[in-house]
């Protein structure tokens, strides 16, 4: 199981475009590389999902290199809204059992 | 479409006391998830269900057990509480053996 490693915390102001990066050395060649959102007392967000190079979607872009042994989670020009902790979750996409470990996670600070 | 409901929202039980949360997954979901979030900290994960089968269990003692139902809902018992099960309990659902996972709201239980 490939153990990810985050920043604790991070500060950004409204407007600004965050980059969060997870580094996870041990990946599988099998592992996906998920991210997920939490708001304070709520269950965690699904926001964005790849294996290599770049996955973009309507909240975020997922950049993978080509050692894969890193990933980094963008979000553009974030709001207060963003304000919330980031996990960075690497498993095999053919075994959920395996995605199960969520780390300490990133708390993302949006200030005005 | 309906997303995952856990019930109650809030429980307050005393230490060796029984508790049973209960959670219903998003319709066409099999696995079901269950995880503790004690104050300020990360996700641990508890148990996974797939098809009325517990397929992972994480480091958590004896007394955390649970079960899936034929409809695929599922319950997590506490037996002997203890003041550190003071927690956000989370249950979260997928697609069989999909990755992505669906949070529900959790179940905040407090002993005291």
């Known amino acids: 199981l490939a153990k990810t490693t985050q920043p604790v915390s991070m500060d950004s102001y409204e407007g600004q475009e965050v980059n969060i990066t997870c580094s996870h050395n041990?990946?599988?060649?099998?592992?996906?590389i998920t991210w997920y959102q939490q708001f304070p007392s709520q269950g965690p967000r699904f926001i964005i999902q790849?294996?290599?190079t770049k996955v973009t979607n309507e909240v975020a872009s997922l950049f993978i290199p080509a050692d894969r042994k890193s990933s980094t989670l963008s979000l553009p020009r974030v709001s207060l809204s963003d304000t919330a902790v980031y996990y960075c979750l690497v498993g095999d996409i053919n075994n959920a059992g395996n995605m199960l470990t969520f780390g300490g996670g990133t708390r993302l600070m949006v200030k005005p | 479409e309906a997303g995952v409901t856990q019930s109650p929202t809030h429980l307050i039980k005393t230490r060796g006391q029984q508790v049973t949360l209960r959670c219903s997954p998003i319709s066409g979901h099999t696995s079901v998830y269950w995880y503790q979030q004690a104050l300020g900290l990360g996700l641990q994960f508890l148990l996974w269900?797939?098809?009325?089968?517990?397929?992972n269990r994480g480091n958590f003692p004896p007394r955390f057990s649970g079960r899936q139902f034929p409809n695929y809902s599922s319950e997590l018992n506490v037996n002997a509480l203890e003041l550190e099960d003071s927690a956000l309990y989370l249950c979260a659902s997928s697609f069989g053996d999909r990755v992505e996972q669906y949070f529900g709201p959790g179940t905040r239980l407090t002993v005291t």
């Open positions: 041990n990946i599988a060649t099998n592992d996906y």
């Open positions: 269900y797939d098809e009325g089968e517990e397929r």
């Open positions: 790849g294996y290599k």
